[in-house]
């Protein structure tokens, strides 16, 4: 099974970062798993404390809808085919935009969701994550993913406890 290293969240979390105080924001930056589950987060200095639900929730929504946050917007419009999506889940469905599925060879292996700015200013920032995730890949930088075949007994050569 292929997962998203805390490793490489932290990497993208620092991606993240930069691009937000490039643009004179303060943001809260959620990475998560392929099963939305938080892996890393980080509040900037000032950063507002609504954004730290808002960007936990924006990178679960990324994962369990499959798609960026953004895309949410306009469907869930009055009128549009999701309209009322975000009342669903107790809430958590976020249809603003700075949430974006992370994928590996097409497969989804996390999420980051971003807030602090406008939406658009937000998008900006979850874009750099997704720039560092997919430079990650080509350069030998930090583990993006490991694999794990079995599991390790630290008592299997200390006989039985």
Same mark, same amino acid.
């Given at each position: 099974?292929?997962?998203?290293? $805390? &490793?490489?969240?932290?990497?993208?979390?620092?991606? =993240? &970062?930069? @691009?937000?105080?490039?643009?004179? $924001?303060?943001? +809260?930056?959620?990475? #998560? +798993?392929?099963?939305?589950?938080?892996?890393?987060?980080?509040?900037? +200095?000032?950063?507002?404390?609504?954004?730290? &639900?808002?960007?936990? /929730? @924006?990178?679960?929504?990324?994962?369990?809808? @499959?798609?960026?946050?953004?895309?949410?917007?306009?469907?869930?419009?009055?009128?549009?085919?999701?309209?009322?999506? /975000?009342?669903?889940?107790?809430?958590?469905?976020?249809?603003?935009?700075?949430?974006?599925?992370?994928?590996?060879?097409?497969?989804? #292996?996390?999420?980051? =969701?971003?807030? =602090?700015?406008?939406?658009?200013? +937000?998008?900006?920032?979850?874009?750099? #994550?997704?720039?560092?995730?997919?430079?990650?890949?080509?350069?030998? !930088?930090?583990?993006?993913?490991? #694999?794990?075949? =079995?599991?390790?007994?630290?008592?299997? &050569?200390? !006989? /039985?406890?």
């Amino acid at each position: 099974m292929t997962k998203l290293s $805390l &490793e490489a969240a932290k990497v993208l979390i620092a991606a =993240g &970062e930069r @691009k937000a105080k490039e643009m004179g $924001l303060s943001a +809260d930056i959620a990475i #998560v +798993d392929d099963g939305a589950h938080l892996i890393a987060f980080h509040r900037m +200095d000032n950063a507002r404390i609504a954004g730290i &639900e808002i960007s936990q /929730n @924006k990178a679960w929504t990324s994962v369990a809808m @499959k798609m960026p946050t953004a895309n949410l917007a306009q469907a869930a419009q009055a009128g549009g085919p999701s309209f009322g999506i /975000n009342t669903t889940n107790q809430g958590k469905i976020v249809i603003l935009g700075g949430g974006i599925p992370l994928a590996w060879d097409g497969v989804i #292996v996390g999420g980051v =969701g971003v807030s =602090g700015g406008s939406s658009a200013q +937000d998008v900006e920032i979850a874009n750099a #994550v997704v720039l560092a995730f997919e430079s990650m890949r080509g350069y030998g !930088g930090p583990q993006i993913a490991t #694999v794990r075949i =079995g599991s390790f007994n630290p008592y299997s &050569e200390m !006989g /039985n406890y």
